[in-house]
């Protein structure tokens, strides 16, 4: 194959650079370590610098509970995790997509953090039970395992879309109280493909007990989010940028 037809077929393919990349440990510039999947977009949300206007919220105190709600691989716990180490805190990494979870417990793994984060491997919802999610696409060509989601709508926005041969696995879900009910949480970052209001209508307890918590939004969540999160006493502040819309909520 020469040049441009190879070219021709990486493009129609979605395969990048870092897809031909060794599956083995690299270390970011934080000092955390990541084993990105091939096939994925692991590369890129770990070691590309994303959303920064939400990391300055973030910041945890002595003996405090962070909770990551649609974990994927660890982005967000392993930053934690690292900038806390040496400091009595704990962080809480829930993520559903069985693949992605396999792939958060490796990475925890590998940076020791063991003691640290605690990982359950549920769909965040409003009641407890199972239900089907949903793989998705940014384009429609290669299944994006970051974007998969408990909506089955056609359209949540121009970079997730269903894609035709994705499948629906089904998972175990539980609401944030049940999850929650025996830890004291003070910070939480909610990311979760269009499901945000199920789960904050999951929270309405754990939401008592936070003092900031950061939402993206996806589809017409944003002014549900809102009204949700000032129902129980947050002042609201929204971000925007590469990572999208983000509601936060400070007390």
Known sequence: MGKNERDIYLRANRITEFDFLPERAYMMESGVKAIPRRGTRDFQMLFLSREEGVKRHLVMK??????DVGANVGSYSLMVAKEQRGRVILVIAIEAHPGNYRALLRNILCNNFEN???PINKVVSDHK???SIYERSHDGTRVDSELYSVCNDK???A????????????VECDTLDNMLESYEVDVMKIDVEGAEVLVLQGASK???K???????I???NLESVKRLLEKKGFGIELTSGLGGIHVIGSK
């Open 155 to 157: 359209y949540l926005g």
């Open 159 to 170: 970079y997730n879309v269903l894609h035709p041969g994705g499948k629906s696995l089904e």
């Open 116 to 118: 640290i984060i605690k």
């Open 206 to 208: 754990t939401m008592e």
């Open 218 to 220: 996806h589809g017409d």
């Open 62 to 67: 002595e003996n405090e509970t962070f909770v």
């Open 129 to 131: 039970g199972f239900v």
């Open 210 to 216: 936070l003092r900031k918590i950061v939402v993206e």
